[in-house]
């Protein structure tokens, strides 16, 4: 007997059909990322020059004006328009697909998980993070067309895997937004609180938890312990064991829907590396013996989704 149900032929379609709107819109705002800005004409001394000026509010002088510079102008401008244009089309047709989704029972994930992923995305930081709890059960799920018992993803808490080896852009890029971790999350819900004794957990107003965790430090250009940003109330990030094979893992991705409708894309690792971790885990002599049941009853499904329903050729 498998471990899952199907999940319905109105339900596969209907997520066919919207993550192909949703894929399309990804790759649009990737196109329409790269022309991010502006450019503008500026007069110095009597002469006038094309100026580029950037998101981050930078400026750069393509040179006087002349009839490349004019060229160069209007084929930016041309470009852009097409682009916003096109991101903007495919906006209103994925809220037409996230409405259907609701109405045909596409998704389960937690509204709030789905918020916070596509808040990585909208901040650009979603390449740091990696889920590797429960969690990450939802996207096996989507990718296979089943739903797994309910046993299997019981959990209040989302675990991300933050990749130290980038710390630095993160850093940058967060300056640049001028925030914080937490302050990221709150603009998803404005209840989460870091936990005094767990200043690596943040927990909103009805005790949903998100934890960030890193690899263990390797020397001194790795230092520990760590902050997600400058800022002293910011997250801090404790050493996990084993999560350097974590971030080496094959990766999985893949877009998953919540229980209302709306879409985000889930960055996890390969459904077998995840269920060898979660055997190692079931192993240790330290873990709850509630959490090893469940340790062993989610290696078993991954596992045998990953063979069935994964797998090419499957």
Known sequence: MDPWLEAGEDALRQYIDARA????????????????????WRTVKGHEYLIKTGADSSQKSIGPRNEETEAIHAKFVKRKDADEARVKTLKEELEKQQRINRAVHVGRAPDLLVGILGMLSRLRIAEHFIVIGTHALYAYEAAAGVRFEDGALATRDVDLLWDTRKRVQFVSQMRELDTTMLAALRKVDKTFQLR??????????????VDIIRREARDNDDPHPLRLTDDEDDFWAPQAPRASALLGAKPFSVPIVSVTGKMARMRTIDPLDFAKFKRWMSEQPNREPLKVSRDKLQASIVERVAKERLAPGA
């Open 21 to 40: 709107v949703f894929e399309a819109l990804e790759a649009a705002e990737k196109k329409a990322a790269e022309v991010r800005g502006g450019m503008i």
């Open 196 to 209: 005094e004794d767990q200043p690596f957990t943040a927990v909103n107003g009805k005790g949903f938890e």
